[in-house]
């Protein structure tokens, strides 16, 4: 599939999984062609690559390619999620988008130079109950222009690989490297 977030027609979410049960979704290619540089926010397209958004006991994911997209993957609520065996790169906001801090297990994945790796930042909700586990993960956060909320100025940046507040969920993390190049 390919992800393809300017111009018309616009498919700004090729995979797209609703309901049922339990749901695997296993093995397939996304490419992205959300531009690489420009400012973030003239960027700005509200689309992810796999977009999972079900209320199911149990999500895996498994054996993904995902590249260039503005989210790689994004998670509405469900629970026990796993995401596994599974190569995200170069994505102008997160890799993985779990803003509604869904319990996930993150295993053997590489996320190589995303703006941010993993987002759990969802304003005005208190997830310090919930746990994220992160197994054999390496991330590197990718360097991109961004315009700083508190000014106009743009800078050359790059985020931490995860981006979570003081409500976030906690984090369980078994041989996981992060990574940062200096700008």
């Known amino acids: 599939w390919i992800v393809e977030n300017q111009g018309s027609p616009q498919n700004t979410y090729p995979v797209f999984m609703t309901g049922g049960a339990r749901i695997t979704i296993y093995g397939g290619t996304l490419l992205g062609d959300v531009p690489q540089t420009g400012e973030w926010g003239g960027l700005y397209n509200n689309s992810a690559g796999l977009f999972v958004r079900t209320q199911t006991d149990e999500v895996e994911i498994a054996g993904w390619d995902i590249t260039e997209c503005w989210d790689g993957i994004r998670l509405r609520p469900g629970t026990n999620v796993v995401i596994k065996d599974t190569y995200i790169a170069r994505c102008r906001d997160e890799a993985v988008e779990n803003d509604s801090a869904v319990p996930l297990l993150i295993k053997n994945c590489l996320f190589e130079d995303n703006f941010v790796s993993i987002s759990t930042a969802e304003a005005n909700s208190n997830n310090t109950d919930k746990t994220m586990v ?50």
């Open 134 to 183: 992160l197994e054999q993960v390496l991330m590197s956060s990718g360097i991109y222009s961004y315009r700083r909320p508190s000014n106009s100025q743009v800078d050359i940046t790059h985020q931490t690989p995860l981006k979570t507040d003081v409500n976030g969920p906690q984090f369980n993390m078994t041989d996981v490297v992060m990574a940062s190049r200096d700008v």
